[in-house]
């Protein structure tokens, strides 16, 4: 979450100075291949990359990539949904092993945690309700904004200086976009540009230019695990290369992302 993509608030500060207190005295890895599971974060609010289905079953582009990986490690994958403002304190606290949950990388989350991946890309973009009369940045000035508490939209929508309203995930900003509490919403394109296909949602996108926004989702582990990083790299490398990555792609988004 493209997008995923966080700036570090005031409770994710307080992860960030436990994990600031030392490295892992050792690798991980031989540890999660003992206890057979790897624990995978994500906000299961996110769809089509990861959502809580009819069977109440956490699916998504993330999960499936997460599977994956945990597969190839001889892991078995267990999924934890968590509030997205609080998911790098939770991977700092030990609460779960990785967070598989389109988190966009930037240097600010690179201090505390490491990247895995990229594992695919993401675009800002802007949507409005399609009988809006906001048609440039300039119009949002007066608007207010939706965006996901703790990504980096939000993020970058205070820091434009726009009035923003910040909500759990996705489903809960289309919702509140098509029934007016907001102006306008700011997320990554893709799952967006999906929902509004496959609901015939009266949404469109701004057609505006947002240069240097363009991010890369990573996995994001516990610093001090070189042997963990390179078990993931390689399985996501491999899945990348023999097709599989390509096949859920295309089943979970409709193509390649990469």
């Known amino acids: 979450m493209t997008s995923r993509r966080s700036f570090l608030k005031s409770a994710l500060v307080a992860g960030v100075a436990l994990g600031l207190a030392g490295p892992a ?16 974060a994500m906000s299961g609010a996110y769809p089509p990359f990861n959502f809580v289905d009819d069977s109440n079953q956490v699916v998504g ?20 949904t968590t509030a997205w403002d609080g998911i790098i304190g939770g991977l700092l606290a030990n609460k779960y092993d990785a967070i598989v949950g389109s988190m966009s990388i930037t240097d600010e989350r690179k201090q505390v945690v490491d990247f895995v991946g990229p594992y695919y890309r993401m675009r800002r973009g802007i949507f409005v309700a ?59 394109d893709i799952p967006v540009l999906l929902a509004i296909r496959s609901q015939d949602a009266p949404v469109r996108q701004l057609e505006v230019e947002l240069p240097g926004v ?37 089943k979970w988004v409709g193509g390649d992302i990469r």
């Open 61 to 80: 582009f993330d999960p499936a990539i997460g599977a994956e990986i945990g597969k190839r490690m001889g892991l078995k994958v267990e999924i934890v």
């Open 25 to 40: 005295m050792a690798d991980e890895l031989a540890t999660l291949k003992d206890k057979g599971v790897l624990r995978i």
């Open 130 to 188: 399609k009988d809006s009369r906001i048609a440039t940045l300039d119009d949002l000035k007066s608007a207010t904004l939706g965006a996901t508490l703790g990504e980096t939209h939000e993020q970058w929508a205070r820091e434009a200086g726009y009035k923003v309203r910040t909500y759990k995930g996705l489903p809960e900003l289309l919702m509140e976009l098509e029934h007016g509490r907001v102006d306008a919403i700011v997320n990554d």
């Open 214 to 250: 363009a991010d890369e989702a990573g996995i994001a582990i516990r610093k001090g695990n070189p042997e963990l990083h390179k078990a993931m790299q390689d399985a996501l490398d491999a899945m990348q290369t023999d097709g599989t990555y390509l096949a859920i792609a295309q």
